[in-house]
């Protein structure tokens, strides 16, 4: 800190559109697909949750029995659920995934079609537009 006390700066509002690079020097890479990808609590419970999940239980049974659902283009990997790769989120998780897309201190505070981009580049669950704009405001 002594450092930089020896310099006089000024600092000063510059308007997002002005101000493009900021935006990516303030947030770093990190976001919620760090918190899925190694939350090992998480998963245990979405393996739970996916036998009574709406969209995914009938699915989800049908891989559990070691039949194959290639034409949905559903996979299981560690009897976790993936569709085209994403990890597949029960119901009930979604609005916790949600929250942290939006009000996370690391990735800023976006709205609705900027949290769906994030969403969709590692988890997946069906109308997650609609899921989203009901709960960012």
Known sequence: ??????FHLVI?????????????????????STMLKHNSVLHESYIEKYAQDIDFKDVYATLSQGKRVEELD??????????????????TE???IIREAHTSLILGHFWVSKIVAQLQRFCYWPKMNETVSRYVR
Do not use: E, T, W
């Open 1 to 6: 800190m002594g450092f930089l006390q020896q």
């Open 12 to 32: 000063g509002y510059k308007m997002g559109i002005h101000n493009k690079v900021a935006d990516i020097l303030s947030r770093p890479i990190i976001n919620a």
């Open 74 to 91: 559903y996979h299981a990997k560690d009897r976790l659920l993936y569709h085209c790769g994403k990890l597949c989120i029960p119901q």
């Open 94 to 96: 979604r609005v916790k």
